[in-house]
Nanobody, 127 residues
C-alpha cells in the first residue's frame, strides 16, 4: 500500500528556515512527479511546488519563488522542501503528494492531478 510520510515541520521564527522531507513507499517513486501543497486554517489547500521524475522541471507558487527549493532523491524515495526566509503567511500544514500521471513530463499545479497524500506536517511561523 502506498504511504507518504512527511516530517520536519515545527515552530520557526520569521526569517528562519525549515526543511521538510517526505518519504514514499509502496510505489515506484522514480516514475512519478511529486508535489508539495499547503493548507492554512480556513483556506483551501494550495499548490506550493512540484518536481518531475528526474528533477528536470520544477515549478513554484509565485509567493515562494526564491525562498523555497524542492528537490528529490530517487534512491531514497524522498522529496524535500527547503524553506528559507519564512514569513508568517507561510504557516500551514504542508502535504506531499504523488502526481497520478505516471511518467508525466510536465508539472501540474492542479490538486486534482495528485493522487496519494501524506498526513501533513505543521509549520508554524512566529513573527
Amino acid at each position: 500500500q502506498v504511504q507518504l510520510v512527511e516530517s520536519g515541520g515545527g515552530l520557526v521564527q520569521a526569517g528562519g528556515s525549515v526543511r521538510l522531507s517526505c518519504v514514499a513507499s509502496g510505489l515506484t517513486f522514480s516514475n512519478l512527479a511529486m508535489g508539495w501543497f499547503r493548507q492554512a486554517p480556513g483556506k483551501e489547500r494550495e499548490f506550493v511546488a512540484a518536481i518531475t521524475r528526474s528533477g528536470r522541471f520544477i515549478r513554484y507558487l509565485d509567493s515562494v519563488k526564491g525562498r523555497f527549493t524542492i528537490s528529490r532523491d530517487n534512491f531514497k524515495n524522498t522529496v524535500y522542501l527547503q524553506m528559507n526566509s519564512l514569513k508568517p503567511e507561510d504557516a500551514a500544514v504542508y502535504y506531499c503528494a504523488t502526481d497520478r500521471r505516471t511518467y508525466a513530463t510536465d508539472i501540474s499545479i492542479d490538486i486534482r492531478d495528485y493522487l496519494h497524500w501524506g498526513q501533513g506536517t505543521q509549520v508554524t511561523v512566529s513573527s
